[in-house]
RNA sequence: GCGCCUGUAGCUCAGUGGAUAGAGCAUCUGCCUCCGGAGCAGAAGGUCGGGGGUUCGAAUCCCUUCAGGCGCACCA
């Protein structure tokens, strides 16, 4: 029995009731569906509900009362062990242990698809996130991000959205300048100017474009300025997209600014939001009169100049969004860019979008990483690159993917390179070859699923609370991409691994695999397949984070 | 000054109005003759920053206050 299922059943419990006259509850105020919840205390039961504490008051009643008339009516259902009320009047349910059970076989037989939903179907989301700058490497900033967006991205998916993942590249505006001016600086060996690149990757980027255009030197300065310019970003962005895919984090689109610029897009974009009646003329510059909305201040999109901002093309880039097919725009961005989530939201409403519902802005706060070396070749930050060569993908991308993106977080390296419980990737990695490893165990003493499968054996203490936490991943994947927090997948691993780490060390008769002058039981089997069930909702789950379910480590 | 985020165990952090506030680390005590000890069981550790309020019920919602981080461009 599923939660939706015993969800329905409470449903229709309270329905009888209204219809009997028991409850004097107007029809419409009974909840389509009932929240249950698994009660933090074992000896509370399977799940729990507090819908009689809510109702009440409404139907004139006590709770306890209600709860109790519930309770007589849910405990005569199918598939139910026992109904208890307790406390000031919760409602708490046992499910047999045969109906439990049986779930191991719907994961078994789902197998990748367990836990894949509906939540988010017919919602098509553009997801856009990292958008670094191609004039340098990705910094540890970025690596929050990458770990959050792809698994955001996995999610959401998994929940039944549609997703685009996109990645804006800001190769317009003067930084690009000077970034050319800077690389030709290192390759001619002259200063690099104010404000330029200094780091040593800009040396390396020089000694590439060298490689590629021997003749830089002799060009004009202006020629070899684009030169450089335009040759070291190709070799920066190739490394950026090299340093991703090592990652494990895809993008479906990887868009250029300087797309929208060349297109005419920034202009159409002034004009489109014109039509709407929020441009205006002042000083010589063209405003978009953000005010209007939820800005503090109008933003300029054209400067006195003639030259467009790099505001105006956030507003070009929203619009593409929005004509290209997406009605949901989630935005990932780092603290340092909070001060922007008013004037975005603001475009999406000048641009007749509803900037509620078809814009999300998510800030992700700071994450230092104690120890780390700072890079030489890009000046004082930690690279992502040197953090995935000295950590390893998987416990860099579980490390950010567990904690939510707006609390600031301090990790130590040196737990995260820990194999041990220091460190919840790879507890949560080992309870899966452990899974992995027992399963060839006991096909080679003979232990098969096909042989059969008897849910009603898997009725001791640790094996319900295994087969409860199982039934929860469901729903913590729809609630993950509700709230667009991976680190709900992360935490759910966690616990599902101590569940499973304690079913196999529960009770040495509690075996999956017979001891050597065994026969193999029903009991054998039906641990069998829990066994396998819990292994496919792990991979599942670290599927959803990036990270590798491994067989043996 | 204004705005956003964050204050929970010694440390790093979970906990989208429910029952006795949880986990890992660190400290202490147990558990390897057969399925992986990178594991398990237990002990100890808390004015949920402070103060008001809403509610049958508040770490959670509202107000206020203190502390820390970040941001307030015709830069990108």
Redesign the pocket.
């Known amino acids: 029995m599923t939660p939706t299922q015993l969800s329905e059943a409470l449903s229709a419990a309270l329905a009888a009731a209204v219809a009997d006259g028991s409850l004097a509850l107007p029809a419409d105020a009974v909840p389509a569906s009932v929240h249950v919840?698994r009660?933090?205390?074992r000896?509370?039961?399977d799940w729990?509900t507090?819908v009689a504490?809510?109702l009440a008051?409404k139907a004139g009643t006590t709770?306890r009362a209600l709860a109790e008339d519930l309770a007589a009516r849910l405990g005569a259902a199918p598939g139910i062990k026992s109904v208890g009320v307790?406390?000031?009047g919760?409602l708490?349910i046992t499910l047999d242990a045969a109906t439990a059970g049986e779930l191991a076989r719907t994961i078994v037989e789902a197998g990748e698809a367990y836990g894949r939903g509906e939540a988010l179907a017919g919602q098509v989301i553009n997801l856009e996130y990292i958008s670094a700058?191609p004039t340098g490497p990705l910094h540890i900033g970025h690596t929050r991000w990458a770990a959050l967006g792809d698994s955001l991205g996995r999610i959401l998916r998994a929940a039944g959205a549609e997703v685009a993942a996109e990645y804006y590249i800001?190769d317009?505006?003067?930084?690009?300048d000077r970034f050319g001016e800077s690389i030709l600086a290192r390759a001619t060996g002259t200063e690099v100017p104010e404000g330029g690149y200094r780091g040593e990757y800009v040396n390396e980027l020089a000694a590439k474009v060298l490689a590629d255009r021997p003749d830089l030197p002799e060009l004009p300065r202006d020629e070899a300025i684009a030169v450089a310019r335009e040759v070291g970003y190709a070799h920066q962005l190739a490394e950026i997209r090299e340093v991703l895919a090592n990652f494990g984090v895809h993008f479906d689109v990887w868009f250029s600014?300087r797309e929208l610029h060349d297109s005419g897009a920034v202009e159409k974009a002034v004009s489109r939001l014109r039509e709407q009646g929020h441009v205006f003329d002042?000083?010589?510059?063209v405003w978009l009169r953000t005010t209007d909305f939820t800005d503090?201040?109008d933003?300029?999109m054209i400067?006195?100049?003639g030259?467009p901002?790099?505001?105006a093309a956030d507003a070009a880039y929203y619009l593409s969004k929005k004509d290209r097919g997406f009605p949901g725009k989630i935005y990932l961005l780092g603290?340092?860019?909070?001060?922007?989530?008013?004037r975005l939201k603001a475009i999406a409403a000048c641009a007749g979008d509803d900037p509620e519902s078809n814009i999300e802005v998510l800030?992700g706060?700071?994450v230092n990483v104690g120890g780390a070396k700072l890079s030489k070749r890009a000046g004082n930050i930690i690279e992502l690159r040197d953090l995935v060569d000295w950590i390893g993908k998987d416990a860099v991308r579980y490390s950010l993917a567990?904690?939510?993106a707006?609390?600031?977080?301090?990790?130590?390296g040196e737990?995260m390179i820990k194999?041990?419980?220091?460190n919840?990737v790879?507890?949560v990695q080992?309870a899966h070859?452990?899974t992995?490893?027992?399963g060839i165990?006991?096909v080679e003493r003979g232990v098969r699923r096909a042989d059969g499968f008897d849910p009603a054996q898997l009725s001791h203490a640790s094996e319900t609370a295994l087969i409860g936490r199982l039934t929860e991943f469901p729903r913590i994947v729809a609630?993950a991409a509700?709230?667009r927090?991976p680190?709900?997948v992360a935490?759910y691993l966690?616990a599902l691994?101590?569940d499973f780490?304690?079913w196999?060390?529960?009770d040495?008769k509690?075996?999956?695999?017979p001891?050597?002058d065994e026969e193999v039981t029903d009991a054998h089997r039906a641990?069998l397949w829990l066994n396998d069930a819990v292994r496919t909702v792990l991979a599942n789950g670290l599927d959803l984070l990036g990270v590798s379910a491994?067989?043996?480590?």
């Open positions: 919840e009660p933090r205390q000896e509370h039961g729990a507090n504490l809510q008051k709770p307790a406390g000031p919760f708490n700058n800001n317009a505006g003067a930084q690009m600014e002042k000083e010589g510059a503090d201040k933003r300029v400067r006195a100049n030259e901002t790099y505001f603290a340092d860019h909070h001060g922007y989530v008013n800030i706060q700071l567990r904690y939510p707006d609390s600031p977080l301090e990790l130590q737990d194999q041990s419980n220091d919840p790879f507890y080992y070859s452990r992995v490893q027992i165990k006991a609630q509700e709230l927090e680190h709900r935490r966690e691994a101590g780490h304690a196999y060390n529960d040495e509690l075996r999956v695999t001891y050597q641990r491994p067989e043996r480590m």
